[in-house]
C-alpha cells in the first residue's frame, strides 16, 4: 500500500512539473521531445535599396583620424594589430579569419592586398571577445558578457579585448542585433560610447554599415555615416556593397551567404561574405597605407554579379522583425 501510495506522489509530483512547465513555457513540451536538429531558418531576407551614399571604401583619410592612429603609437599600441567589435557578421571562422590561412586567393586583381594580409597576420584570425553572436552596443560593455577564460572580473569585452590585443585599428560593426528593442538614441548614444573608448586608447575606428534593414528605413546605418562624419573616422559603407548582390548578399533574415575568399574567377558573382570580406580587406588596406603615409593604391573594381546571372530586384516586404529578446544569442 505504502509503494502504491509512493508511485501515485511520484506521478503526481513529475505530472505537477509537466503542467508547470507549459504554463510557463507553452513550447516546453514540445521541446522535450525535439530532436537536436535545429530548424532551418527559411526566414526572408530583409533589406533596403535606402542607405548612405558614401563610397564603399574609405579612400580618404582624415588629418584627425591620423592623429588617433599616431596617439595611439605613442600609447604602445601595436601597429601590426587591429581588433574587431561586432556580431555574428564579425565573428571567426567568417569575418576575414581565411586570410591568416590558405583558404583564400586574391588573383592578379588584388594581389596588391597580400601587402597588407602580411602586415596584420594573426589578427586576421583571432577569436576577438568583443565580436560575438548576438552582441549589440549595450552587452560590448557589459561583463556578464565577458569570456572569463581571458577577461578579469567585472571586465567588460570591449575592455578585455584591447587590453589582449593593443589594437592601433578596429573595426566597428554593430546593429543587426537589438533592432527589435533598441531605440535610435540608445544605438547611437552606444556607439559613441565605443568609438569614445576606441579613440581615448588610440586605436582608429573603421565604421560600418551592414547590408540588413531588421530595424527600417536603414535608420541605423544612417547613424553610422553620421557618427563617421562627425569624429571625422573611415567609413566602410558596405551596405551600398552588398546592394549590387541578390537580396544583398543575404540568405536568410539577416545572415550572408557564405563562400570562401576566392577573387580569381573572372565573371563569377559573388556571394555576401565574399564581399564583405574582399571590402573589409580593402578598407583596412586603404586606411593603413594613408595613416603611414603610404600611397594608396587604387583598388580594381569588385566583380559584381554578372546581369545575366543577378536576380532582379525584388521590392523588399515591409514586415516587422520576429521579436527576440536582447538576452539570447542569434
Given at each position: ?6 508511485s ?17 513555457d507553452p513550447?516546453?513540451?514540445t521541446a522535450?521531445?525535439a ?8 526566414r526572408?531576407p530583409i533589406?533596403?535599396?535606402k ?5 564603399v571604401l574609405p579612400?580618404v583619410?582624415s588629418a584627425?583620424a591620423?592623429q ?7 600609447q ?8 574587431k567589435?561586432?556580431?555574428c557578421n564579425?565573428r ?15 588573383g592578379p586583381?588584388?594581389a596588391?592586398l ?14 576577438s ?7 549589440s552596443?549595450?552587452?560590448v560593455f557589459?561583463p556578464?558578457?565577458a ?7 567585472d571586465?567588460a569585452p570591449?575592455?578585455c579585448e584591447?587590453?589582449l590585443t593593443?589594437?592601433?585599428?578596429v ?7 537589438g533592432a527589435?528593442w533598441?531605440?535610435d538614441?540608445s544605438?547611437e548614444?552606444?556607439?559613441r560610447?565605443?568609438?569614445?573608448y576606441a ?9 560600418s554599415?551592414k ?9 541605423f546605418?544612417?547613424i553610422v555615416?553620421?557618427l563617421?562624419?562627425?569624429y571625422e573616422?573611415?567609413?566602410?559603407n ?5 546592394r ?15 563562400e ?6 573572372p ?6 561574405w565574399?564581399m564583405?570580406?574582399?571590402?573589409a580587406?580593402q ?8 595613416v603611414t603615409?603610404?600611397?594608396i ?5 569588385w ?11 525584388p521590392?523588399?516586404t515591409?514586415?516587422p522583425?520576429?521579436?527576440r529578446?536582447r538576452?539570447?544569442?542569434e
Amino acid at each position: 500500500m505504502k509503494v502504491k501510495t509512493l508511485s501515485r506522489t511520484v506521478l503526481m509530483i513529475l505530472m505537477a512539473v509537466l503542467w508547470g512547465l507549459s504554463l510557463f513555457d507553452p513550447d516546453g513540451l514540445t521541446a522535450l521531445a525535439a530532436t537536436a536538429t535545429p530548424t532551418p531558418d527559411n526566414r526572408a531576407p530583409i533589406f533596403t535599396y535606402k542607405g548612405p551614399e558614401d563610397p564603399v571604401l574609405p579612400l580618404v583619410v582624415s588629418a584627425r583620424a591620423r592623429q588617433i592612429y599616431q596617439a595611439g603609437l605613442e600609447q604602445g599600441n601595436d601597429p601590426r594589430a587591429f581588433a574587431k567589435v561586432g556580431d555574428c557578421n564579425s565573428r571567426i571562422p567568417l569575418f576575414l579569419a581565411p586570410f591568416d590561412g590558405q583558404q583564400y586567393r586574391l588573383g592578379p586583381r588584388y594581389a596588391y592586398l597580400q601587402a597588407t594580409i602580411d602586415r596584420f597576420a594573426d589578427s586576421f584570425q583571432r577569436d576577438s571577445v568583443s565580436a560575438r553572436d548576438g552582441f549589440s552596443t549595450s552587452s560590448v560593455f557589459a561583463p556578464l558578457q565577458a569570456d572569463p577564460s581571458q577577461c578579469f572580473a567585472d571586465e567588460a569585452p570591449v575592455v578585455c579585448e584591447f587590453r589582449l590585443t593593443r589594437p592601433s585599428l578596429v573595426f566597428i560593426s554593430l546593429g543587426t542585433n537589438g533592432a527589435d528593442w533598441q531605440t535610435d538614441e540608445s544605438y547611437e548614444r552606444g556607439m559613441r560610447k565605443i568609438i569614445e573608448y576606441a579613440i581615448e586608447h588610440g586605436a582608429l575606428p573603421i565604421l560600418s554599415t551592414k547590408a540588413d534593414d531588421l530595424e527600417g528605413d536603414a535608420r541605423f546605418n544612417f547613424i553610422v555615416q553620421k557618427l563617421a562624419r562627425e569624429y571625422e573616422l573611415p567609413l566602410w559603407n558596405f551596405w551600398k556593397a552588398a546592394r549590387d548582390l541578390p537580396s544583398f548578399g543575404l540568405e536568410r533574415s539577416y545572415h550572408l551567404e557564405w563562400e570562401k575568399p576566392v577573387f580569381d574567377t573572372p565573371g563569377a558573382p559573388l556571394t555576401g561574405w565574399q564581399m564583405r570580406n574582399l571590402t573589409a580587406l580593402q578598407s583596412l588596406d586603404g586606411v593603413w597605407r594613408a595613416v603611414t603615409h603610404q600611397p594608396i593604391i587604387s583598388p580594381a573594381p569588385w566583380p559584381a554579379s554578372t546581369p545575366t546571372l543577378q536576380a532582379p530586384r525584388p521590392t523588399p516586404t515591409v514586415r516587422p522583425p520576429a521579436k527576440r529578446h536582447r538576452w539570447l544569442e542569434e
